[in-house]
């Protein structure tokens, strides 16, 4: 019995050896319009001492035990808003580490391929972020949004889109740049009021998109919150959607891609963004005109609460 548990403890010694040995690579992207972080790694045959085809099996194993470790510094250094990243919160105690190993845990497994030459074995991972916008979002109410304390006229409408693809003015300082995405931006006035954030969003809403070619409505729709529908009929939680400019100039009869139509609606309000702010430029800064067109009509500060906000970016900082 004693040798046959000494023999177990050398085998995982010997198997935590060649793991140790073995060349293992890491690259990350962050795909900002699908809301996702692409992890890619490779495994080192050779290094490894695995043989195909029997060690197939064991190097896919091996890419599954190493990639939590691998990949937690990627989800550590995320964006999350203009000053901080998702260590930040973590040592702040704003999000918890065992939150951190569920999402890293939570993502989908593409099936692991070989190359050409059969020396490398490469597996990619796919993390959702809307998953970490709803972890991030603790309140149970929405905060109150500012008045408009001089009455204005203003229109309806069916979401909001924030222009921002071209280099701002940074605001408080002598230099301009483009506006960065990340998991928790903020919208401002040209008076610094803040308009937006993720605490304007109600946590209890339950968004159903819009569809191509219904109606447009009064007022974006509503459901009964006690309605079962199938889980792919909701739109996904961000505080907002991040897109490229072409999906706002498409032939479509709004000019809208389909999944941002769905989200903003076929009349949205389209405001150009003046400057941007932050440590790191993440935060569109909108002129207080526009702020007021939003602030002062019913419908269109419910579009806040409900999250239906859409900033376009240039293409180039969507993928980083």
């Known amino acids: ?5 000494v023999f177990f403890i050398w085998l995982l010694f010997a198997g935590g050896l060649l793991q140790a040995q073995a060349k ?4 990350g992207e962050i795909d900002w319009e699908k809301f996702e972080f692409n992890a890619a790694l490779t495994l080192d045959l050779f290094s490894a ?12 194993e091996m890419l599954r035990e190493e990639y939590p470790r691998r990949v937690r510094p990627y989800l550590l250094a995320l964006p999350v808003d203009s000053s901080s990243t998702l260590g930040d919160w973590i040592d702040k105690r704003r999000y918890g580490i065992r939150q951190l190993e569920a999402l890293s845990l939570s993502a989908r497994e593409v099936p692991p391929n070989l190359t050409p030459d059969l020396t490398v074995m490469n597996g990619s991972y796919l993390v959702s972020l809307f998953g970490l916008s709803s972890d991030l979002m603790e309140h149970s109410r929405a905060e109150e949004l500012p008045s408009v304390l001089n009455p204005v006229s203003a229109a309806s409408y069916t979401g909001i889109i924030i222009l921002a693809d071209e280099p701002l003015p940074i605001h408080g300082r002598n230099s301009s740049a483009l506006t960065l995405p990340c998991i928790l931006p903020r919208v401002w006035d040209t008076d ?5 954030e993720f605490n304007t969003l109600d946590p209890r809403r339950n968004l159903r998109p819009y569809e191509r070619g ?17 889980r ?3 739109l996904k939680t961000a505080v907002v959607r991040y897109v490229n400019p072409e999906k706002i100039f498409t032939p479509s009869p709004s000019g809208l891609d389909g999944e941002l139509e769905r989200l903003v609606g076929p009349n949205p309000l389209r405001i150009l963004a003046r400057e ?15 702020a ?4 002062a009509n019913e419908n269109n500060r419910r579009l806040l609460r409900e999250g239906r906000v859409a900033v376009v970016l240039n293409k180039d900082v969507l993928k980083e």
Not at 24 to 27: L, N, R
Not at 192 to 196: A, E, H, R, V
Not at 292 to 295: C, G, H, N, S, Y
């Open 49 to 60: 001492k695995i043989r195909l085809p029997a060690g197939r099996i064991q190097a896919e």
């Open 232 to 234: 792919e009929r909701f």
């Open 276 to 290: 941007v702010y932050g440590l790191r430029p993440t935060d569109p800064v909108i002129d207080i005109e526009d």
């Open 1 to 5: 019995m004693k040798r046959k548990a």
């Open 292 to 295: 007021k067109t939003i602030l």
């Open 214 to 230: 219904q109606e447009e409505p009064a007022a974006p729709p509503r459901i009964n919150m006690d309605e079962k529908l199938p």
């Open 24 to 27: 293992i690579g890491i690259s």
């Open 192 to 196: 610094m009021n803040l308009i937006y």
